[in-house]
């Protein structure tokens, strides 16, 4: 199995958000998981971003989701 990393500025465009943004994330509490590599490296995995946007899907602006 073949772990696909994206770093941080190309998380960002496949998310359409900014970097600052998940800069923020991370330190806040990261809703948007991440993996450190090394002692600075972020990356976020391909599958970890797939699995949380398919979390965010909801039915109308009122619908708070599935909590866990």
Do not use: C, N
Not at 6 to 25: N, P, Q
Not at 46 to 64: F, H, I, K, M, N
């Amino acid at each position: 199995m073949t772990i696909q990393l994206l770093t941080t500025a190309e998380t960002a465009e496949l998310l359409g958000i900014s970097k600052a943004f998940l800069e923020r994330d991370r330190w806040a509490g990261a809703r948007i998981p991440f993996i450190k590599v090394g002692a600075r490296a972020v990356r976020y995995r391909l599958a970890d971003l797939e699995d949380y946007l398919a979390r965010q899907v909801r039915v109308s602006t009122s619908d708070p989701g599935h909590q866990t």
